[in-house]
């Protein structure tokens, strides 16, 4: 992905992001053909520390066939974005742009054994049953065990070591118009637009204690 290092956030930053979304884009390529893939994106740590992206896909999923390969893999998280015409800026002697947010997580696959893969499932809808509903949270022995066994054996599953993390967040830095854009995109849009506001007076690769990678 290209950025610039104005665009980018630092590593915890893009952690956190990619985190608070948990669903992305994974591409691979495999005998030619490119594969894509919208799912749910676990990225975790090792216990030494080592980042890995942890996930699956259904079995009949041509992509499933590229796990065993060890080959290279990109994972795209994708925020808010919007169009911007000129007249957002306050004037018309500005060409229309984009905003948007993107973390990219590249590395290399791995396969998954069924006994790692349900360990993997459960590790994720732990985290996001604690996330979304107060209670204990769901699990997978509260189905029959039939239907966890057949579920289970329709899915492939994969983790994707050796990452390397990538960002783009595009917030209009070091561009005029700031005060015009934001209260545009703050009166005009709806949740995520005004997001996007508050990103615009206060972008996460500027903040303070937060270096741009």
Known sequence: MYTRDHFSLPLP???????????????????????TSPLPVDLRETEDGELFVAGHVARANAMSATFGAGGPATVTVLGPDTYVP???FGTR??????LYCA????????????????ADIEV??????????????WTLDEIPAHLSEVYLK???GFRLRDLELTSCFRLNQRKGGT????RALGED???????????????????RGCPAS
Not at 23 to 33: C, D, I, N, Q, Y
Not at 103 to 118: H, K, M, N, Q, Y
Not at 127 to 135: D, K, S, Y
Request: hydrophobic share 40%; aromatic share 4%.
């Open 93 to 98: 002697d500005r060409i229309p742009t984009w």
């Open 13 to 35: 930053a893009m952690c956190d992001f990619v985190r608070a979304k948990s669903f992305g884009v994974l591409a691979t390529s495999h005998e030619g053909r490119i594969h």
């Open 86 to 88: 000129a007249e957002w």
């Open 189 to 207: 849009g709806a949740g995520a637009l005004r997001d996007l506001a508050g990103m615009v007076l206060d972008p996460p690769t500027t903040r």
């Open 179 to 182: 005060e015009s854009l934001a």
């Open 103 to 118: 973390v990219e997580v590249s590395g290399r696959l791995e396969l998954s054994d069924p006994a790692r893969t349900r």
């Open 124 to 137: 994720l809808i732990d985290r996001l049953q604690r996330a979304t509903v107060e209670g204990p949270p």
């Open 154 to 156: 329709d899915i492939v």
